[in-house]
């Protein structure tokens, strides 16, 4: 017996001979009159004149569900865990599908058709696992999209983008904008980068089938635009002006009318004509020659500007120490000076109280001597001696010659005496 769980492709014709349906197999058995029965096993069977058909089995887990359609027309979800086999009687078809996991930042959107015939529109937000209803169906989004997934060169094409999930956390996508014209007919392809973020479900669902599509149509419009309105060296110059949000008012508009905000448009360059770009090459290369000769005429001057400064800085130092070297001077000399005027008037000084002590000395002799000469005159003055006549004859010496004038009349004195 094999090991292999045989299925529908094993179809068999017997005309006398027994089958074993192991455990885990199902068959159908039709006899010779048509009447059918299923043998599920384990079971041995007995055949005459039959048909027998294996059965394929269908399982589905937590996270599928099998779509059974019957063979009268009905339908049926059945949610797994679960195991089947496909009766062809009952059954005309059985398939495994996945339940649509759906995650907190997306939504999905299913339609319910009830008995009437009217579809009612449902949101479903994660996060959740939802299994349809064999009355419902979910909404398939078909949006402008990259043809290729890999790149970001902007392009985007109708249809391209298709899914059943909706994410509500802001979003993004690069856009290329080609043939926009300049003032000066300059034609030039400008590449952005757009930031949004849907707001109300309910008005975009109402309100377009293709939010992308239309976000391309309006940033293209606001790019016409700005181009027509200015010259190629403006368009250049004035670049940065293209991620700011107010340059694209007709995308803003459209993005609300449809239930979304932009948040960012983010200017990412442009391109060109390979003319126009070569002459742009050549022109910037021109530009960059220049400006790096002016800086380097820069750098040598201010090169040279800073070794002046520094000569004027090394001179003005070097007078600096200078005077302080003089100024040190000065005060070493005026220190010398006044250390010389105090010798001198500590020599002066000496000098005087030397010449004060010797005064004090002559004084005092001679004090020690009149206090003797007192004395001596004292002593003879106590034994009877006339001083005066002492003293005169002590002063006035011994006269060699001694005239005497005698007078006559009262005109002259009586006698005057002169001695020589």
Known sequence: MSVTFRNASYHKKVTWGKRTVKEGECA???NLSGEYRVVQGPKREWLFCSRVRFMDRHVADEHQYLVVQYTDGRKEHLRGPISLFE????YQSIRVENAVKV??????VVYTEDAKGSVDRTIVKGPTVFIPTTNQWIHTFSWHGNPNSTKTDGAKQPGM????????IPDQF?????DVRTADDALLSVNVMIFFQLENLEKMLDSTHDPIGDFVNAVSADLMNHGAQHSYEDFIQNGHKLSEITAYPVLTQRAESVGYQINKVVYRGYTSTNQLQSMQDAAIKSRTTRRLAAEEQTQQQELLDMELKRTMARLEQEHSQAAEEK???LQLDELEHKQKLKQQQEAHNEKLKQKQDETNLELAMIQKRNEVQTAFLNNLKAQGVDLTKYLCAQNNPVPEKVIQVVSEGNNFPRGLGLNV
């Open 87 to 90: 009766d062809p009687v009952r």
């Open 174 to 178: 690069y856009y290329c904008v080609n």
């Open 103 to 108: 995650d907190a930042f997306e939504v999905i």
């Open 161 to 168: 983008l298709n899914f059943t999930k909706l994410r509500t």
């Open 327 to 329: 100024s040190h001077q």
């Open 28 to 30: 159908a058995v039709w």
